[in-house]
């Protein structure tokens, strides 16, 4: 009787177990979209203001490189265009003198030709004086026109250095280190004090409010599936119970690769599968790396 009992007992765990395997179609870890932040200016870090896990905003000021050399070339290249610009010719000051002349000159044109109408000085004077104008009027027209190539040609001398400047200006702007997106701090890998690159790693950041699970499917599954359809994610709430979470498949492989060791697929047997990427909201229970189930 006991052999019969125990016979029954250990049919009913393999039928319960059998059952437990077919709960789900797939099932896969949680991860996410990775950024690595890096620095774009040489120098010590002054102030890094970030932990790990620290939720950050797009836009944050976490922390500022050292920029006072570049502050001091800034300064020097704005010396240099003042003292360029200083030698720019002051064009009505040096055109004044040959004005007040032809002014002088106009105002005996008038007064000769109202000498002639009285048969008081000769054509040949009246000439003369509208000859000097003439004269006159061609040297300040040469003159401003030399004056303003020379004003010009100085101007010219200070576009490189205005450039330079604004080089300068893009480059202390990069020293202010600045998050790029929302998310949290996932790893820091510098600390204050220390010396920075172009291009060396300052912290990584993921935005794990959406939070995507890499699940892989058998090829007799494939044709089942199809992008933007809503699937069910059963994740392990630790007490042997399952949460349920809403998701939608967002990536499906095109191409089958082997079965990696740590997923387990609906059929054990397959050896090919293909990975789908399923998007769903995070409610801060889910981490990277925790494994989910799926059903379709």
Not at 85 to 107: D, F, G, H
Not at 115 to 120: C, E, N, R, T
Not at 225 to 244: H, M
Request: aromatic share 6%; with cysteine.
């Amino acid at each position: 009787m006991t052999t019969i009992k125990t016979i029954s007992a250990l049919t009913l765990l393999l039928f319960s177990c059998s059952g437990s395997k077919n709960k789900f179609d797939a099932s896969g870890t949680f991860e996410s979209v990775e950024t690595i932040v890096s620095s774009e200016a040489v120098g010590v870090i002054k102030q890094l203001n970030l932990y790990e896990g620290d939720v950050l905003k797009k836009g944050q000021l976490v922390g500022y490189v050292d920029s006072v050399q570049l502050y001091l070339r800034k300064k020097q290249l704005q010396a240099q265009i003042k003292a360029v610009l200083s030698r720019s010719p002051n064009i009505p000051t040096q055109v004044a003198a040959l004005q007040e002349q032809l002014k002088q000159a106009e105002k005996d044109q008038e007064r000769f030709t109202n000498l002639v109408k009285a048969d008081a000085a000769t054509q040949k004077q009246l000439d003369d004086v509208s000859t000097q104008i003439a004269v006159l009027n061609k040297q300040i027209m040469a003159l401003q026109s030399s004056l303003g190539i020379s004003a010009e040609s100085l101007n010219e001398e200070t576009v490189p250095l205005s450039v330079q400047i604004e080089q300068i200006n893009d480059q202390l702007s990069k020293c202010r280190l600045v998050n790029p997106l929302n998310g949290s701090v996932l790893v820091k890998y510098v600390e204050e004090n220390e010396m920075t690159a172009i291009g060396k790693p300052l912290y990584k950041i993921a935005d794990l409010s959406s939070i995507i699970l890499r699940a892989y499917i058998t090829g007799d599954q494939l044709p089942t599936i199809k992008l933007e359809q809503k699937v069910k994610v059963l994740v392990d709430d630790g007490a042997k119970n399952y949460i349920e979470h809403e998701g939608l498949i967002e990536w499906i492989s095109d191409k089958a690769e082997f079965t990696p060791k740590t997923i387990q697929t609906k059929d054990e047997r397959a050896n090919l599968v293909y990975a789908i990427k399923i998007k769903l909201k995070n409610d801060g229970s889910m981490k990277i790396g925790m494994y989910a189930d799926v059903k379709f």
